[in-house]
């Protein structure tokens, strides 16, 4: 029986582990390192032994959907898994800036749900997502909804999300077709807060993105030095924003990245944060972190009064 804290997904109903897992770390190609299959196997299974049961993917995470549908396939009874949509389907092998952009045409949204599937060695895929936060009028152009919705009736899919941010995300919560919302939020990146609590209020599941605040913790600027420039803009923004931020007397023993778990966890309106990594031990400490569930309410509001 996991110890990890629960919560229902919304309103799709599915009872979630609060600590996710975010596959993007298993791609293999750019900055991430190709994963051995003792070690892909390895990670993978780890994550399910430790009882979390939320995985999150995409056609865009590399080697990650193919590491995944080989390495788990066979306990896909023990988690539900999210895949994303719109994506360019070409082979993992291509460099950066070769693949094509991302397309939200029914014809590419159906192409890419049947390529996970198959990547992925499933049947179906519990959440499919719109990647990159296309506007309302892209996906009202392309009818982009009625391919998911065409792919739900067949039994590919049950749940229709969307990964989404500012400027576009109030008009994606003002559609009301999305069971599940992925938004980035974080202590020291809470600008999208009021609009977690609005989609929430919908009736749909939230999942979490860069709720340790990845770049706050990296120790060596060289490590980003291989993302795009908006992300490494991005790491940068958070670790001054950590820097300038006085809350080492409310750490209480943690570490910074317990910390930042800790106080995604506290908010109300998440369900679940998908937490990456390719190596066993910091796994183990997401998973401990995690397990202690939210920071005490007093800490809590006083890192909240702290950083606005």
């Known amino acids: 029986m996991s110890r990890l804290p629960q919560s229902t997904l919304g309103r ?3 009872v979630v582990t609060k600590l996710g897992y975010g596959a993007m770390e298993l791609r293999g190609t750019d900055h991430f390192p190709r994963l051995s299959d003792g070690e892909a ?38 988690y539900f898994l999210a895949s994303k949509c719109g994506c360019p389907t070409e082979p993992p092998e ?17 192409a890419g749900v049947e390529h996970s599937l198959k990547r992925l060695h499933t049947n179906y895929l519990d959440v499919v997502q719109f990647h990159i936060s296309p506007s309302r009028a892209i996906l009202e152009e ?11 009736r067949e039994g590919k899919i049950r749940f229709i999300g969307i990964s989404g941010t500012i400027p576009e ?10 069971d599940v919302f992925q938004i980035p939020y974080s ?9 977690i609590h609005k989609a929430a209020q ?9 709720g340790v605040a990845r770049g706050v913790i990296i120790k060596d600027e060289s490590i980003i030095d291989g993302y795009p420039e908006f992300q490494r803009a991005s790491f940068q923004a958070r670790r001054r924003a950590w820097r300038e931020t006085e809350v080492d007397d409310l750490l209480g023993g943690m570490t910074p990245m317990e910390f930042m778990l800790r106080f995604t ?44």
């Open 169 to 178: 995300l109030e008009d994606q919560i003002k559609m009301g077709v999305f």
């Open 94 to 110: 291509l460099p950066r800036g070769k693949h094509r952009p991302h397309t939200f045409t029914r014809e590419n949204i159906r």
């Open 12 to 14: 799709t109903g599915l």
């Open 202 to 210: 919908t009736g749909a599941g939230i999942v979490i993105r860069g």
């Open 265 to 308: 966890l506290s908010n109300p309106d998440m369900s679940t944060t998908i937490v990456g990594t390719a190596n066993p031990e910091h796994l183990k400490a997401n998973v401990e972190a995690a397990t202690r569930g939210p920071l005490p309410v007093d800490v809590y509001h006083a890192a909240r009064a702290r950083f606005r």
């Open 187 to 195: 202590f020291v990146e809470r600008e999208h807060e009021e609009l």
């Open 41 to 78: 196997s390895a990670i993978l299974n780890a994550v399910l032994d430790n009882g979390i049961n939320y995985i999150d993917t995409s056609l865009d995470y590399g080697y990650s959907e193919e590491l995944i549908g080989r390495h788990i396939a066979h306990r896909r009874s023990e």
């Open 142 to 152: 392309n009818d982009s909804i009625a391919e998911l919705e065409e792919l739900r």
